[in-house]
């Protein structure tokens, strides 16, 4: 029978697990490699996770609920839906630019297409998240009829850029040599209110 986990130990091993899966992914880490990492022997780890796989979907899930609760206080505090746009999209590109490990759990997980992980970054890791933002559109576009879609685009422009950055310096003299978040967010922005 497992353990209630103690918050020190479970999330030492969420803090030390995040590394190793966005380096090597889930089917390059083992249960051994986590116990490691961690200054534990791997039987100890079973004691907090039925498995590695819920281990995996935890970390993930740890990586990204800080990040929404933050973004989720931020919007409530603001009312015009222009400017609560504006701090989703730059929120959400600072997000992704600091946060390589979970930038790319995602990018692995769209790449190995496992249905059970992917349901799992859907209906518990992206969809209030999705929720947000299409709520967002629909108060700025009330006649806006696909404000998912459009807010899984904002989100793909914004991963899109962070992911051909390395690309930026051999591609055109014309893009700018240094892309950051606001850059980034402020040309998301621009298409999606001309767009929308």
Do not use: C, W
Not at 125 to 143: A, G, Q, Y
Not at 159 to 171: E, F, S, T, V
């Amino acid at each position: 029978m497992m353990q209630a986990p103690t918050s020190n130990s479970y999330n030492n091993i969420l803090q030390k697990s995040l590394p190793l899966f966005a380096k090597h992914g889930f089917k390059g880490v083992s249960m051994r490699d986590i116990a490691r990492e961690v200054g534990l022997k791997a039987p100890a780890l079973y004691n907090h996770f039925h498995d590695k796989q819920q281990l995996y979907l935890k970390v993930i899930a740890f990586s990204f609920e800080n990040k929404t609760r933050q973004l989720s206080s931020l919007l409530d505090e603001i009312r015009d839906p222009k400017k609560k746009l504006e701090k989703l999209i730059f929120s959400l590109t600072s997000m992704m630019v600091k946060d390589e490990n979970f930038r790319h759990l995602i990018q692995r997980e769209l790449l190995d297409g496992d249905s059970e992980r992917l349901k799992y970054l859907g209906s518990e890791v992206f969809s209030d998240l999705l929720v947000t933002s299409s709520n967002i559109i629909k108060e700025l576009r009330p006649n806006n009829d696909e404000p998912e879609l459009t807010a899984l685009t904002a989100m793909g422009m914004i991963r899109q850029h962070i992911d051909l950055k390395p690309l930026y310096p051999y591609l055109s003299n014309k893009l700018p040599s240094q892309i950051d978040a606001k850059t980034i967010s402020n040309h998301v922005l621009k298409i999606l209110l001309q767009g929308i």
